[in-house]
């Protein structure tokens, strides 16, 4: 099991910035990925952006440009900057833990942190 607490969310205006942190715990041995999905109201969670152990990374195409997943192998840690923020980046952001292998299968989640981007 890997436990993944979140930090770092908060209301900002448009066009700020904010750092999410997802700090895993439990049996890392058993995930070579680390990633971040959102859910706005009424929408369906998708996914902002994974990082490999290998650093393979991938971004949604809303939000190439302006955030970068990176990750503390040693803290074992995973963060999610976010620039040039905009209001439908409004959402719970979940961080994730999981399985690469060309594609991402998350199979932890945290409990969530609510981004707040005001016009």
């Known amino acids: 099991q890997v436990h993944l607490v979140e930090s770092g969310g908060g209301l900002v205006q448009a066009g700020g910035s904010l750092r999410l942190s997802c700090a895993a715990s439990?049996?890392?041995?058993?995930?070579?990925?680390m990633g971040w999905y959102r859910q706005a109201p009424g929408k369906q969670r998708e996914l902002v952006a994974f990082r490999s152990n290998g650093g393979i990374t991938n971004y949604a195409d809303a939000v190439k440009g302006r955030f970068t997943i990176s990750r503390d192998n040693a803290k074992n840690t995973v963060y999610l900057g976010m620039n040039s923020l905009k209001p439908e980046d409004t959402a719970v952001y979940y961080c994730?833990?999981?399985?690469?292998?060309?594609?991402?299968?998350?199979?932890?989640w945290g409990q969530g942190t609510q981004v707040t981007v005001s016009s």
């Open positions: 439990g049996s890392i041995f058993s995930i070579n990925a």
């Open positions: 994730n833990a999981g399985y690469y292998s060309n594609s991402y299968y998350p199979n932890y």
